[in-house]
């Protein structure tokens, strides 16, 4: 099994930053990407940004670009979200998810095989 543990959430103003970490841990997986994705409430879940580990893609959603910025670092099995300029509307629980690849795609829910518990981000105006 593949634990996914996220960590750096929290309350911030609107304008402020957080920047999110994702630790993989457990058995050896073959990954093709990790990626972050949100829920607020009453809404889908929905794709943020991800990042494939062989050649290094960047995808992210319309909504964040040129805000937040995803990174890795292969050596501790971490993916990290840095989150600039943060709105309200920002305002979710974000869940880091892996994916074997195969798909055709990373940028769906349905293209990852494990999922963190999320770490809750709350934006005041």
């Known amino acids: 099994q593949v634990q996914l543990v996220e960590s750096g959430g929290g309350l911030v103003q609107a304008g402020g930053s957080l920047r999110l970490s994702c630790a993989e841990s457990?058995?050896?997986?073959?990954?093709?990407?990790t990626a972050w994705f949100r829920q607020a409430p009453g809404k889908e879940r929905e794709f943020v940004a991800g990042?494939?580990?062989?050649?290094?893609?960047?995808l992210y959603a319309d909504s964040v670009k040129g805000r937040f910025t995803i990174s890795s670092d292969n050596a501790k099995n971490t993916v990290y979200l840095q989150m600039n300029a943060l709105k309200p509307e920002d305002t979710a629980v974000y869940y880091c998810?892996?994916?074997?690849?195969?798909?055709?795609?990373?940028?769906?829910?349905?293209?990852?095989?494990?999922w963190g518990q999320g770490t809750k981000v709350t934006v005041s105006s």
């Open positions: 998810a892996v994916s074997g690849g195969g798909r055709g795609s990373y940028s769906r829910a349905r293209d990852y095989d494990y």
């Open positions: 457990g058995r050896t997986f073959s990954r093709y990407a």
């Open positions: 990042i494939t580990w062989s050649r290094g893609n960047l």
